[in-house]
Structure formats: structure tokens, C-alpha cells
């Protein structure tokens, strides 16, 4: 069955960095869009980025453009959100999520597939 485990979460003081993975079972990446997710306490739940598995394309939220990146290791079966120049309107539980499309997003409620997730607190 489709399962995913995301790590890599903690604590970090602000301009810090940490790098959340995303490992996957149950299928494989070339045909799913995967995405990071993200819910602080009090908010709605918010799309961080997406990576495509068809073309590697990928999508990220304005909040986070030029400070995170998204990646795939295809061998590993596993996705990677690396997360530079924290902040602590960042500090959310970080989730990641998939379903079968040829392109991801993150807006919508498409994805039917998610982890458990792993905390992300930024804070001096």
C-alpha cells in the first residue's frame, strides 16, 4: 500500500536550515505528484511546494520562493524539502502528500495520500 514517512524535523533558531525527507513505499515516484504541505496551530492548512514525476517540474508557494528547494532521489525513492533562511512564521507541522497525476499543485484537495509529519519549530 501507498505509505509515506516524513523526517527531519526539529528545532532551528531563525536564518537556521533543515532538511525534511519524504520517503516513500508502495509505488513509485515517475507517476505521482508529490507535494509538501504545511499547518501551524490556529491556520489553515497550507501548500509549501510540489514536484512532478513526469518531468520534474516543480511549484512553490510565494512565501517560500528563493529560500526552499524540492527535490527527488528516484533511487531512494524519496523526496526532499530543504529549507533555508528560517523563519518563525515557518514553525508548522510539515506533511507530505501524493496522488496519481501526470502534473502536481498545490492548491486544491486532490492528494489522497499522506504522512504523518514531522514538527518544524523556529524559534530563538
Known amino acids: 500500500q501507498v505509505q509515506l514517512v516524513e523526517s527531519g524535523g526539529g528545532l532551528v533558531q531563525p536564518g537556521g536550515s533543515l532538511r525534511l525527507s519524504c520517503a516513500a513505499s508502495?509505488?513509485?515516484?515517475?507517476?505521482?505528484?508529490i507535494a509538501w504541505f504545511r499547518q501551524a496551530p490556529g491556520k489553515e492548512r497550507e501548500g509549501v511546494s510540489c514536484i512532478s514525476g513526469s518531468d520534474d517540474s516543480t511549484i512553490y508557494a510565494d512565501s517560500v520562493k528563493g529560500r526552499f528547494t524540492i527535490s527527488t532521489d528516484r533511487a531512494k525513492n524519496t523526496v526532499y524539502l530543504q529549507m533555508n533562511s528560517l523563519k518563525p512564521e515557518d514553525t508548522a507541522v510539515y506533511y507530505c502528500?501524493?496522488?496519481?497525476?501526470?502534473?502536481?499543485?498545490?492548491?486544491?484537495?486532490?492528494?489522497?495520500?499522506w504522512g504523518r509529519g514531522t514538527q518544524v519549530t523556529v524559534s530563538s
Open positions: 508502495g509505488f513509485t515516484l515517475e507517476y505521482y505528484a
Open positions: 502528500a501524493t496522488h496519481y497525476a501526470y502534473y502536481c499543485s498545490i492548491t486544491g484537495n486532490q492528494y489522497d495520500y
